[in-house]
């Protein structure tokens, strides 16, 4: 059992954790946060990748619309390394509701979000492959961002204000001393030891798991509802801008370029549990048929990787249980003084990634009053590590990086532009860290051969470098190849299949993979 002492304990490692521990951190708490997966891999690493401008809500939630506009200027300056200004179009396409662009001008215009009409033909022009029967256009300050990039720099920019950041712990526990938070259990679920965490304030940052963290502590009944939504990556950028229909918010109807792809989005459906999601077939016949509204042939275009997350959407008791669409994505703040009788722990979830660091200020405002301490927030005056240039994010960098200087340099993974060294360092850096960890930060796998090519070839150096045994090697190309595996199987059609059959017969036919040896330890 290892013992540990601090201020603050965060609960939680997606965007809204990792703002919140920096924010604690900035204020000169000690602070300890605690993840049970990687950093980002809950809602944070399975969400759709769009920089709100706020365009999205003007109509719909004026509130959530003008926090964007806000948030989408702070986050570009502080985060510039994970955000890609692409700038984005809402369209109307044949048969959309001819009343709705007029309100959407009026909205923006009172959320004070800026969007301006474009002629038909320039935006055609700026996006040659969209629908040539759209009858509006307007211009709007979308972008993209990238999760894992931007949980990170928050996290690393915490660190730095010398917060401690544990992934791979599981809160099991949070004690209590009368009707004050005492201390936060955890489990190192790499190497199986136990932690206690003294502390004086816990901030439960669970995303569509705070109800069950705040349950923890005894506080039942927070009911955090998870809103399921779907996501297709296709092979290429459709679109180099972001393309929204000029609808009332409803399904598919934002296709978002990241990276190298471009990416369909979403439903919005009430799921049971958090952990297991679907991906129905009949949501990806939806989402190819948007993406044709938008982009005719899209459905044409290969699919490369379907994933689904859920939206920690607080119940509201005007809406029908099963509506999340219409639920609040404002974000929540739960006093469980208030409410409990527990001094010591609040509860944060709803918003969106792109409000994470205004959720992170108002929680970290409230903890303040509590505690009588007048600490002001300074999370938007400083760019995190990495992002000091001041240069956002481009499609080509690695590109450029590697006509610059970089010629020599082995390449792993040809989808991504992934090199030898960059992996290595990863490795080094993290050596507990599986294939999916490395994924997250460097885009392993991520491209059209879904791992088939680069999976051996990682597991192979890792070998080669001493990093790990033949034993965990293997596993984790298993492990990996079996998570890319749940992403593609709902999406096999067209050339999609192909590949898949040609990386069956390289693990199968050539490796053997159904035959090796179980590791006798299980892989993480
Ligand atoms: C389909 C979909 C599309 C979206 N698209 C967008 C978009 O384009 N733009 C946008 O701005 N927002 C978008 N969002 C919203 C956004 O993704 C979320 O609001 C945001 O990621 C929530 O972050 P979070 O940190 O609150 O939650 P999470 O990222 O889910 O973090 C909670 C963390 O708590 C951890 N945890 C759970 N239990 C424990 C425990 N016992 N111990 C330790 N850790 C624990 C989990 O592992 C998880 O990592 C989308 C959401 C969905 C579902």
């Known amino acids: 059992m290892k013992t540990m002492e601090t201020d603050v304990v965060v609960i939680g490692g997606g965007a809204t954790g990792a703002g919140v521990v920096r924010d604690v951190a900035m204020r000169g708490y000690r602070t300890i946060l605690l993840e049970r997966g990687d950093l980002a891999q809950g809602t944070t690493g399975r969400y759709h990748g769009l920089l709100h401008s706020g365009g999205r809500y003007v109509v719909s939630d004026q509130r959530s619309a003008t926090e964007c506009a806000e948030e989408n200027i702070i986050l570009t300056r502080i985060h510039a390394d994970a955000v890609e200004t692409t700038g984005g179009l809402f369209v109307s396409t044949p048969g959309d509701d001819p009343e709705f662009p007029d309100r959407f001008l009026a909205g923006a215009r009172d959320s004070k979000v800026p969007a301006q009409e474009i002629s038909i033909a320039q935006a055609l022009r700026q996006e040659p492959r969209l629908n040539p029967g759209i009858w509006r256009a307007f211009?709007?300050?979308?972008?993209?961002?990238?999760?894992?990039?931007?949980?990170?720099?928050?996290?690393?920019?915490?660190?730095?204000y010398g917060a401690e950041i544990l992934p791979y712990h599981e809160v099991t526990g949070i004690d209590r001393d009368g009707d004050q938070v005492r201390r936060v259990r955890a489990h190192d679920r790499k190497n199986g030891e136990d932690v206690n965490i003294d502390c004086t304030f816990v901030i439960n940052a669970g995303g569509?798991?705070?109800?069950?963290i705040a349950a923890l502590a005894g506080c039942h009944d927070v009911e955090v509802v998870p809103g399921r939504g779907i996501m297709i990556a296709m092979n290429h950028r459709l679109v180099n801008t972001v393309v929204n229909r000029c609808i009332y918010p409803t399904d598919g109807d934002i296709l978002v370029p990241v990276h190298t792809v471009s990416i369909i989005g979403t439903t919005d459906v009430k799921a049971p549990d958090a952990d297991r999601l679907r991906i129905p077939a009949e949501e990806v016949q939806l989402m190819m048929d948007s993406g044709?509204?938008?982009?005719?042939?899209?459905?044409?275009?290969?699919?490369?990787?379907?994933?689904?997350?859920?939206?920690?959407l607080v119940k509201d008791n005007r809406v029908s249980a099963s509506d999340t669409r219409h639920m609040s994505r404002g974000m929540s703040i739960l006093d469980h003084h208030e409410r409990d009788g527990l001094k010591g722990l609040l509860t944060i979830t709803g918003g969106k990634l792109t409000t994470y660091r205004l959720m992170a200020k108002n929680i970290i405002d409230?903890?303040?009053?509590?505690?009588?301490?007048d600490r002001p927030c300074r999370t938007a005056d400083e760019v995190v590590p990495k992002s000091e240039s001041g240069k956002t994010y481009v499609v080509t960098h690695r590109l450029e990086e590697r006509e610059a200087d970089r010629l020599e340099e082995?390449?792993?993974?040809?989808?991504?532009?992934?090199?030898?060294?960059s992996y290595l360092k990863e490795m080094h850096d993290r050596p507990s860290s599986n294939f999916d960890d490395i994924r997250r930060i460097t885009r392993l796998g991520m491209g059209p051969c879904q791992g088939g090519f680069c999976s051996s070839r990682v597991a192979g150096l890792a070998l080669h470098e001493?990093?790990?045994?033949?034993?965990?090697?293997?596993?984790?190309?298993?492990?990996?190849l079996k998570n890319r595996w749940i992403g593609l199987w709902p999406i096999l059609y067209g050339a999609q299949v192909r590949q898949t059959a040609l990386d069956q017969w390289i693990f199968s036919g050539t490796l053997d993979i159904e035959h090796v040896p179980e590791p006798e330890q299980a892989v993480l």
């Open 292 to 312: 044709e509204a938008l982009i005719p042939g899209f459905r044409q275009a290969r699919a490369v990787h379907a994933w689904a997350g859920a939206r920690p």
């Open 139 to 160: 211009a709007v300050e979308d972008g993209a961002v990238d999760g894992w990039q931007m949980t990170w720099g928050a996290a690393n920019s915490a660190k730095e």
């Open 466 to 480: 001493n990093l790990v045994d033949v034993e965990r090697a293997t596993g984790l190309m298993e492990l990996f």
């Open 366 to 373: 409230e903890m303040c009053e509590q505690l009588g301490d």
């Open 410 to 421: 082995q390449i792993i993974c040809e989808c991504e532009l992934m090199t030898r060294k």
């Open 208 to 212: 569509p798991w705070s109800g069950e």
